[in-house]
Nanobody
Framework: QVQLVESGGGLVEAGGSLRLSCAAS????????MRWYRQAPGKPRNLVAF???????NYAGSVKGRFTASRDTAKNTVYLQMDSLKPEDTAVYYC???????????WGQGTQVTVSS
């Protein structure tokens, strides 16, 4: 069975940094598209970044240049380095795994990121 376990959220001041981790088990991240989403209070869940099966990354315009997604295949873990954080980055951040074909989407439990002004 697939499990995604997120960690690394917390409270930071504007301009600070956090690194989120998503530890996967039950499936290899290299076999899947790995995505980071976030959901702010009262807002829809939006895509933040993704890593293709080949390791290419893509970002939402709102975070481009500030966030960096990466992966460690040996640890089967995906990361989201968040720099120059803004209050509007405040949200619950979720890790997602999808094989890109007919398999299901798997979700982590979410980790809270709060950026104070």
């Amino acid at each position: 069975q697939v499990q995604l376990v997120e960690s690394g959220g917390g409270l930071v001041e504007a301009g600070g940094s956090l690194r989120l981790s998503c530890a996967a088990s039950g499936s290899m991240i290299g076999d899947n598209i790995m995505r980071w989403y976030r959901q702010a209070p009262g807002k829809p869940r939006n895509l933040v970044a993704f890593i293709s099966r080949g390791g290419d990354t893509n970002y939402a315009g709102s975070v481009k240049g500030r966030f960096t997604a990466s992966r460690d295949t040996a640890k089967n873990t995906v990361y989201l380095q968040m720099d120059s954080l803004k209050p509007e980055d405040t949200a619950v951040y979720y890790c997602n795994m999808w094989d890109g074909f007919w398999g299901p989407n798997y979700w982590g439990q979410g980790t809270q990121v709060t950026v104070s002004s």
